[in-house]
């Protein structure tokens, strides 16, 4: 019997949805995009996503973002802490503030407030058991400077920080390119990142990956992000 090839999906996320990149040892399948749980119904081995997975309790900050930011070093701010679940009810942002205050944690950042919404859909979506096996968290600043061995990198929106990221990835798979047309109306950085989430996710499929942080969160789920 031919056993299915290990595939690794690369996942970002984007006003309206997701954008994902299907990769295995051949080099790049497709593009897709769609809700995350239309990312993890195309049944890669591995699914990396750029969004925080295992949420801290009271005034905890999460190991797995501590330890991604002094890896940034100048380039920290790219790090958002994570908020505790309470606060994932929010509608607005005063009262993620409030509702994170209220259990124990400190107020939430505007950029932490903007992805609340992705934060949820995973955490929702990870519930299912089968889902949360082949799910890992990536932070793809944290990748690249990896995938760079150590040296940072000008901004990613800037055109020569797109240049240089995308010639690190070409050295993964030489001759990838971005998409044209970008699915959901992609961004180049959203292209990149999830790109950069593939290589990482590869490299976890083969064991060859870092672990930054550790331990479960109230629900079971990894509070780390993979490198």
């Known amino acids: 019997m031919t056993r299915a090839p290990l595939t690794v999906l690369g996942v970002d996320g984007r006003p309206g949805g997701w954008v994902g990149v299907l990769v295995d040892g051949d080099g790049l399948r497709c593009w897709a995009s769609g809700s995350f749980r239309d990312m993890l119904a195309l049944g890669a081995t591995v699914t990396a996503v750029d969004i925080p997975i295992g949420l801290p309790v009271g005034g905890r900050r999460r190991a797995a973002d ?83 061995q150590g040296r940072p990198l000008p901004p990613k929106r800037r055109p020569e920080g797109r240049r240089e990221r995308l010639a690190l990835l070409q050295d993964w798979l030489p001759g990838i390119a971005l998409p044209v047309p970008r699915p959901l109306r992609a961004t180049p950085d959203d292209c990149l990142d999830a790109l950069v989430c593939a290589w990482t996710g590869l490299r976890w499929l083969r064991g060859q990956a870092d672990v930054l942080g550790g331990g479960l969160d109230a629900t079971g789920l990894p509070m780390r992000i993979v490198v």
Do not use: N, W
């Open 66 to 148: 501590v330890a991604a930011r002094q890896a940034l070093g100048p380039q920290r701010s790219s790090v958002f802490f994570t908020p505790p679940r309470a606060a994932l009810a929010a509608h607005t942002h005063q009262q993620a503030c409030e509702l994170s205050r209220a259990a124990g944690s400190t107020g939430v950042s505007i950029q932490t407030f903007g992805i609340m919404t992705k934060i949820a859909e995973v955490d929702d979506a990870l519930r299912d058991p089968a889902a949360r096996s082949r799910v890992v968290e990536v932070h793809p600043e944290v990748s690249y400077r990896e995938l760079s």
